[in-house]
């Protein structure tokens, strides 16, 4: 039986019940090492892309042809590449359209992935059925792959990279939404709301969504993470960033030429991508820790 | 047994509807590139009668499901016609690609399986010790770091003036050069297998470190074992099963990671085929080439699946 309380609509501060602990505990992410740096060492690498044009000691674009494959010295203190650009200012710039592709991506694959998990979740039978059966589908190809496909009738350069990359993890994300709504669609709340006669619509928004935003969070950290390395692998497959933008993963394939004659063209994208990954996948673990979702994440 | 029967059929089912429906994907996805094919083969200088006519006769102009069926017949017949871009028939270009894409992958397992596990093994033995953190920041950064990235660093590390013991790029038959052979396929296999071995590392790692403060190890510490055997023969053979089905899940992750890893290091396998092919715009080898991975992908997971329900008997198979 339910309470009668509970057969009333719920007032806002209820419904974001949930929310409102997930703000509480922020004030002890503090504490875990593995919500702290990744989020310092996010933050700044973040800041730096922003400000990256006004800090930078070059123009990322501008070639010096007498001072090619110059290792790190006190004018370009990171060194110069095969046709003379100044790696600290690329270095800089370059994680931009990184961010933006792992971001952007992922913000897309959720715009989409989240409503299709909540209506799976929550119609069930058929419904449900033919949904999970055509993501199935979707996943029966390796990402990269199927990546890839989809660029070759786009043009190559960062938008469409992040377009594609986000459509490939619209099956990951309505994966794990629907099973955490399967959790928690038989609870007392989601019983009164029917009871209520509210509509599907208002029990996926706002009685199932606010109280599984904890295994979403976790998933979309470590999806970002996932999807710099598919748009990084874009990059360097020709078919992400094009010529002559600063992007770490196309810096990376042009470095592969010439890492004999300078390896800081290789190393210095390299180590910021990867500590970029490193820290998304850092994250998604400590928040996993703090959150203990049921649900986890499947890999890429 | 009978119910594992069903329920092997049930999943073999499964896998041909997946595998038709893939079909169709990688069909409509190639139907919808904005390029014509019938001019791409002639060149921009053809006329539009000529153009016409070759549309005619490679049955362009038939309706889609036709076009479909024409293909799919193709596909069973393993008869799909010529490349564009190489003239030859496709099978003949697809099939030798396959074999050393296969190579690749057996060779990345047998690294995958031997130091994974050895690794999960000893980080679970020293828990929570020096030897142990050192491992766990390797299985973190190996996730962290792309395969191009790993297979360049790799490189500069393996394959230069420094120690240039490993070719970076290239295939040696083994009929021709079993140590060619060898070199040749280390460097792409390594990098390939670094991100599969930090599942792999985790999965041994956490299901050990159960084992090893499980009763039955107890027992067998107290019955007198040396540690070796309480270690191998006890904890280990209780640990593999997760272990194995990791390993058989990831295959499908491996058969993405090639097309980074063969471009990278010029092997000439179905990953580069495809790139190679996408960048020509090459649309009946992009067709098979994609077919036979997803294939082959789709196959590796029903693979892992069976596996799973004959090592663990266990299993609720509705």
Same mark, same amino acid.
């Given at each position: 039986m339910i309470p009668d309380n509970r057969l009333t609509k719920p007032t806002r501060t209820n419904r974001f019940y949930r929310l409102h602990r997930v703000a509480d505990r922020l004030r002890w992410f503090t504490k875990n090492d593995k919500i702290l740096y990744p989020?310092?060492?996010?933050?700044?690498?973040?800041?730096?892309?922003?400000l990256g044009p006004y800090i930078s000691p070059f123009d990322p674009t501008a070639t010096h042809p007498t001072e090619t494959y110059l290792a790190p010295n006190a004018k370009y203190l990171f060194g110069t590449d095969h046709i003379g650009r100044d790696l600290l200012s690329r270095v800089l710039i370059g994680g931009r359209s990184t961010l933006l592709l792992g971001v952007g991506s992922t913000a897309l694959a959720m715009t989409f992935g989240v409503p299709i998990g909540l209506l799976a979740g929550i119609k069930g039978g058929y419904?449900?059925?033919?949904?999970?059966?055509?993501?199935?589908v979707i996943m029966s190809f390796p990402t990269l792959l199927l990546a890839l496909i989809l660029l070759t009738s786009l043009p190559s350069n960062v938008w469409?990279?992040?377009?594609?990359?986000?459509?490939?993890?619209?099956?990951k994300i309505s994966r794990v939404v629907r099973s955490s709504t399967l959790e928690v669609k038989n609870e007392e709340y989601v019983e009164a709301a029917r009871v209520r006669g509210e509509s599907d619509g208002y029990i996926m928004f706002y009685e199932v969504l606010p109280n599984i935003i904890p295994p979403i969070a976790v998933e979309s950290t470590i999806r970002v993470g996932y999807a710099i390395i598919i748009g990084a692998s874009l990059s360097?497959?020709?078919?992400?960033?094009q010529p002559p933008a600063p992007d770490w993963g196309y810096m990376i394939a042009q470095s592969q030429n010439h890492i004999w004659q300078t390896p800081w063209f290789l190393i210095w994208p390299a180590l910021f991508l990867g500590l970029t990954i490193f820290s998304f996948n850092v994250l998604g673990d400590g928040l996993r820790d703090e959150l203990d979702p049921k649900v986890t994440g499947d890999q890429v | 047994m009978s119910n594992t029967k069903q329920y092997i059929v049930k999943r073999f089912v499964y896998l041909l509807a997946t595998m038709f429906a893939v079909s169709v $994907? @990688?069909?409509? /996805?190639? !139907?919808?590139l904005p390029g014509n094919v019938a001019r791409t083969i002639l060149g921009s200088y053809a006329t539009e009668d000529k153009v016409n006519a070759l549309e005619a006769q490679l049955g362009l102009n038939d309706p889609l499901y036709v076009q479909y069926l024409d293909w799919l017949h193709g596909v069973l017949t393993l008869n799909l016609g010529n490349s564009i871009k190489y003239g030859q028939?496709?099978?003949?270009? $697809? @099939?030798?690609? /396959?074999? !050393?894409?296969?190579?690749?992958?057996?060779?990345?397992?047998?690294?995958v399986v031997t130091i994974g596990i050895a690794l999960g093994v000893v980080s679970a033995v020293k828990h929570n010790g020096r030897v142990d953190s050192v491992i766990s920041t390797f299985v973190y950064a190996g996730v962290s770091i792309p395969e191009f990235v790993t297979g360049l660093l790799l490189i500069l590390l393996l394959g230069g003036p420094v120690f240039s013991v490993f070719p970076a790029s290239?295939?040696?038959?083994?009929?021709?050069?079993?140590?060619?052979?060898?070199?040749?396929?280390?460097?792409p296999a390594l990098t390939l297998s670094i991100v599969l071995m930090t599942h792999v590392v985790r999965q041994t790692r956490s299901e050990m470190v159960e084992a090893l403060n499980s009763e039955y190890a107890d027992a067998a510490r107290l019955k007198g074992l040396s540690r070796q055997k309480v270690i191998i023969k006890h904890a280990l053979r209780n640990s593999l099963l997760p272990t194995i089905t990791v390993i058989a899940l990831n295959f499908g992750y491996l058969m993405g990671g090639l097309v980074v890893v063969e471009e990278l290091f010029a092997y000439p396998g179905i990953g580069r085929l495809v790139v190679g092919a996408i960048r020509n715009r090459?649309?009946?080898?992009?067709?098979?080439?994609?077919?036979?991975?997803a294939f082959t992908y789709t196959f590796g997971n029903f693979l892992a699946d069976i596996l799973y329900t004959r090592l663990n008997p266990q299993i609720d198979y509705s």
């Open positions: 989020s310092v060492v996010i933050s700044v690498i973040m800041v730096v892309s922003v419904i449900d059925e033919a949904i999970m059966r055509v993501m199935d469409t990279a992040m377009l594609a990359v986000g459509v490939v993890f619209i099956p360097f497959l020709g078919l992400g960033a | $994907v @990688i069909f409509g /996805l190639a !139907n919808a028939p496709i099978t003949e270009l $697809v @099939i030798p690609k /396959l074999l !050393n894409s296969l190579q690749l992958a057996g060779v990345t397992m047998v690294i290239g295939y040696v038959s083994p009929f021709e050069s079993v140590v060619g052979w060898g070199t040749h396929m280390f460097l090459d649309l009946p080898l992009i067709q098979a080439a994609v077919l036979v991975i």
